[in-house]
């Protein structure tokens, strides 16, 4: 492979642009959050292994359970971060993006064959009639995750390419396309495999994505209308949803005693009882079994207990800080696809956060969907660290300093004229 | 198509701080202005008061001078079934058929298909061992509840003495009854965190920590080994006599310590519900005053010798009869007529005799209010009779012993009582006052409590109950012990081991049926003691029965013999050279 191609031209077509150091901050704030889920495994595992003793009336799991398979799926997670990071090059994810949805797609409809036709729980996890994973080894296998990573990339591709040729609010050439795409994974993610929340974080990534690639606001409003208009269709259709949405709006006067109150109740319970500094480490009493989901969904509940207003104000910040910086790699880069991939991380990213802790707060209704690298494992987990990854790839090639408009960077002859250093960062150039 | 560089992305950025502001506020609100109340509500769900329940204490007797355990616990289990979450009935019963078939309710299959129920008790009583072997067969919706239990190890010993616990936990008659608060003990506190589970967590510093005070073990006087050959005896002898009812009390005249009490018929305490009546929980010896009869006319020649009215040999004319106010009484052995001694009035059992003491209390040949007096002040003032002893069981009765001041305390009454009838007493006060006539005459309170079993195995004694000297002085004490000896030697010196000091007196008591003596049913008596230098035991035996005429000498006399003659062996006795 030609060295100095790989370093320079990051896709066939995109502009020039001179490598430099990445956004190290990106780094930085991943790796405090990945710490601090670490901590809070390795605090409350025990309690959560006892809890689940108990349930199973069996004792499988011990007190390191869940501290060393969080280090394990933080190995993987940062493994697949330094993969896409260092070894592929974003162009290449995007030849196969149309490959990787189709996978999506796939592993889809297995799941439907295997978990909801066939009925072999040794391959298809399901509960109550929703399978949503692959049992591969020790991990499940989320394909709507895969889907949403390939429905990430492929749009970015797409809404890039239209960006470029100033097609994106053209109907029958972008957005219905783009519409069916996000149907179709919709329709596989929230209407099979009943899956609310991960529908949610595509469709705002998705929204993200349109967003940045400069969706008119008529369009724009316009899909608002037609998504909420869907998601209140499925609230109503699902009696569980109804009830969350239900809880929400009864505000703060739940009761434990009422089953739809109780996951918000107690993590209200659990943060509201941290006070300002919180219990400290390994004294988190909600974690015994009250507050349901404790390692995965709930843990921002968790580390208010544990950690306190401090704490948790403090994770709000590492959140803002990496969510910003998201942005300005976004904006700092001149090629769109690679503007509207990372936008579309973002929204992920944002989609995940605000979701989940307004849900803990009782601020928004109650989806099952986790915490962006706190939350206990998994897929999701591997997935963002993936989509980070691209970001931490692109961030590489960012430009400072001009107000340019889109529209110039189409001509590669006229930028050439321009000159290297000026478009690469300042310090490079000195 | 002029979208300018991070118009939009700015807006984004906005959105992501403001919801950022919003989350930071709510917090605040949640965590600082709202804490106590979560604080509040949160140990309001977690923070559950547990008690520790108390271990109840145990009962022992005493094997010689050691403590041997009759009332332990033992934890069983009770199996439930959840209908609703059965899966498989069919194995169940299957499995609980295989392991635990007695313990088993009447049709579990049924029990199994009551499917608008939650709970169905399937066994009771299962061990810890079969409890596991069925937890091994993953059972669906099948459960056990651990249970503290009773067990007797020396099965129906004792059992009126022991009484049982009821099912809510409560001791029922004898000493179950008498120390329940004792052997209760006091439950702890443990006001703790706990998990969804309710275990209790280590967490913080809300928990209460009050630990549980377990009950005395209370070690009993009775000796385990006297208990069981007495109780064998007692049905031995009641079944020759054709005797329905019978009770025999064993006491140690130099202390009161109760060494055995037995009743027939009796019951098994671990299964106290399968009685025909709950009469058979009573302790007849101490609950059942009766009329004792004419082993009374030990005392009667007590009370003579030691106000100085008589001596052994003291001679009187009997005539078989005797007549008091308008009233003849009758001996019921007849020809010894003519001037007798006491002694042979006590061998003999003269009714004669005793009112001839009685009257000779007074002015000679009346039994007058001074007779009446002095009599009364030692039947119940100094013999305790008609009083309650104060033995260490529930339900003591007095008895009756009507004053002289009353106007049934008439002459004729009190010449009744100096042969044992007229007055109602307890066994327990007879045998405990027949010590002192035999001890030098000091009277032991009777006791039963013989003190407690620290946890660590060490054996605490009771302090002794102080004794009342003088209630007859050592001299009658001495004339009467010999009296009593020579009134069974005279008779049945070949029934009883040589060497030793046996002395003892019958007693054949008329029953009155509504208020009126009747004829055809007599109860039997024997009143006795045996020892070597000193006397060793007393031990008082009756038998009854509705409708049965009982004699003392036939149908009690035989169990005294019996028991008397084993406990010479087992009391290690020296014999006289």
Redesign the interface.
């Known amino acids: 492979m030609n060295a100095r191609r790989f370093v320079t031209k990051r896709s066939e077509d995109a502009p020039y642009v001179r490598r430099h150091k990445p956004d190290y901050q990106i780094v930085l704030y991943m790796g405090l959050l990945m710490l601090l889920g670490l901590v809070v495994m390795y605090a409350i595992g025990p309690q959560r292994a006892n809890v689940l003793n108990n349930v199973f009336g069996t004792d499988n799991y011990d007190s390191m359970y869940f501290f060393m398979k969080q280090i394990l799926s933080l190995g993987i997670a940062v493994g697949v971060f330094l993969i896409v990071t260092l070894v592929i090059p974003f162009r290449l994810f995007l030849r196969y993006s149309g490959k990787i949805v189709m996978i999506g797609f796939i592993a889809s409809a297995l799941l439907l064959l295997f978990g909801n036709i066939l009925h072999v729980n040794e391959i298809a996890q399901c509960s109550l009639g929703a399978c949503r994973w692959f049992n591969i080894g020790p991990f499940g296998l989320q394909p709507a995750e895969l889907l949403k990573f390939g429905v990430l990339i492929f749009s970015a591709g797409f809404l890039g390419t239209r960006a470029k040729q100033g097609l994106i609010n053209d109907w029958s050439r972008t957005l219905a396309p783009m519409s069916l795409l996000v149907g179709s994974a919709l329709v596989a993610i929230v209407v099979i495999q009943k899956d609310m929340g991960t529908g949610i974080t595509l469709g705002a990534m998705v929204a993200t994505m349109l967003f940045i690639a400069g969706l008119s606001y008529r369009f724009g409003f316009a899909l608002l209308g037609v998504s909420l208009a869907i998601g209140t269709l499925f609230i109503i259709s699902a009696p569980h949803r109804m009830e969350r949405v239900l809880t929400y709006f009864n505000g703060d006067n739940h009761s434990v005693d009422v089953a739809g109150d109780y996951h918000i109740a107690h993590a209200k319970m659990a943060i509201g009882s941290g006070g300002l500094f919180g219990v400290g480490i390994g004294n988190s009493i909600e974690a015994t079994g009250y507050l349901p989901e404790a390692v995965n969904d709930s843990v921002f509940a968790i580390m208010g207990e544990t950690f306190g207003f401090v704490g948790l104000i403090a994770i709000l910040a590492i959140f803002t800080g990496l969510l910003l910086r998201l942005l300005r790699i976004s904006d700092n880069l001149v090629d769109m696809r690679e503007r509207i991939v990372v936008g579309g991380v973002f929204g992920w990213l944002a989609a995940h956060v605000i979701l989940n802790i307004g849900a803990m707060t009782g601020l928004v209704p109650l989806t099952g969907i986790t915490l962006p690298l706190l939350s206990f494992g998994g897929t999701s987990m591997v997935f963002i660290a993936a989509a980070l990854g691209l970001a931490f790839q692109l961030s590489r090639y960012t430009v400072f300093g001009s107000k340019i408009k889109d529209d110039e960077y189409e001509n590669s002859q006229r930028r050439r004229g321009v000159g290297r250093p000026r478009y690469s960062s300042r310090r490079r150039s000195a | ?6 118009s ?2 700015k807006l ?2 906005v959105f ?2 403001g ?2 502001l ?3 506020v ?3 609100q ?3 202005l ?2 106590d ?3 509040q ?2 140990a309001a ?2 923070i559950r008061p547990l008690t520790i329940p108390a271990k109840r204490g145990l009962i022992y007797a005493l094997d010689g001078s050691t403590p041997v355990p009759l009332v332990i616990n033992q934890t069983v289990y009770t199996m439930f079934a959840d209908p609703v979450m059965v899966t498989d009935p069919d194995k169940i019963v299957d499995v609980i058929n295989r392991v635990a078939k007695d313990n088993l309710q009447p049709n579990p299959e049924a029990l199994l298909s009551i499917k608008n129920s939650r709970y169905q008790i399937l066994g009771k009583k299962l061990t810890r061992r079969q409890a596991e072997e069925i937890k091994k067969e993953n059972l669906q919706g099948v459960g056990f509840q651990a249970v503290t239990e009773r067990v007797y190890p020396e099965g129906k010993l004792a059992a009126q003495t022991l009484g049982f616990v009821n099912a809510e936990g409560l001791g029922q008659y004898g000493i179950e009854a008498q120390y329940n608060d004792a052997l209760t003990g006091k439950d702890g506190l443990l006001k703790s ?1 706990t ?3 309710g ?1 209790p ?1 280590t ?2 510093n809300r928990n209460i920590h009050k630990p549980a005070k377990n009950g005395d073990t209370i070690v009993l006087t009775i000796d385990r080994n006297i208990q069981s050959y007495t109780e064998k005896a007692l049905v031995r002898g009641l079944k020759k006599a054709g005797a329905t009812n019978g009770s025999v009390i064993v006491i140690d005249p130099q202390s009161g310590k109760v060494m055995a009490m037995a009743n027939f018929p009796t019951y098994d305490p671990a299964n106290f519900g399968h009685v025909k009546s709950a009469a058979v929980y009573n302790n007849p010896i101490i609950d059942e005053p009766y009329e004792p009869g004419s082993d009374i006319k030990t005392f009667t020649v007590a009370v003579g010798i030691d106000k100085g009215v008589i001596l052994p040999n003291s001679t009187y004319n009997n005539q078989d009869f005797i007549k008091v106010d308008d009233w003849v009484i009758r001996n019921a052995t007849r020809g010894h007529t003519g001037n007798i001694t006491m002694q042979t009035a006590l061998n003999y059992s003269l009714n004669t005799g005793m009112v001839t003491i009685v009257e000779r209390l007074g002015d000679g040949s009346h039994i007058n209010l001074q007779a009446r007096n002095t009599m009364y002040g030692y039947f119940h003032d100094r013999f305790g009779f008609g009083k309650l002893t104060g033995i260490e069981l529930p339900n003591e009765q007095p008895g009756i012993v009507i004053p002289p001041t009353d106007v049934q305390g008439n002459a004729v009454r009190y010449s009744n009582m100096s042969f044992g009838q007229g007055m109602d007493l307890t066994m327990v006060q007879v045998a405990s006052a027949f010590s002192t006539l035999v001890n030098g005459g000091v009277y032991y309170t009777p006791t039963i409590y013989g003190g407690l079993l620290h946890e660590d195995g060490t054996f605490m004694q009771a302090p002794v109950k102080q004794p009342k000297t003088g209630i007859i002085t050592p001299k009658t004490s001495k004339l009467v012990h010999k009296m009593i000896h020579d009134a069974r030697a005279k008779f049945y010196a070949t029934e009883d081991k040589a060497g030793y000091d046996i002395g003892g007196k019958t007693g054949t008591s008329q029953t009155l049926e509504n208020g009126r003596y009747v004829d055809n049913q007599t109860v039997a008596t024997y009143l006795g003691y045996g020892g070597d230098t000193m006397p060793r035991y007393v031990i008082m035996v009756q038998a009854s029965g509705k409708g049965l005429n009982l004699q003392g000498n036939l149908h009690a006399l035989p169990i005294f013999t019996d028991i008397s003659n084993w406990l010479i062996d087992y009391l290690k006795l020296q014999p006289k050279r």
Do not use: P
Request: glycine share 4%.
């Open positions: 198509m002029a979208l300018r560089k991070g939009r992305s984004l950025a992501v701080l919801m950022m919003l989350f930071s709510r917090l605040f949640l965590q600082i709202q804490h109340e979560y604080v509500r949160s769900e977690q965190v998990d969804v589970s275990v967590l967490i913080g």
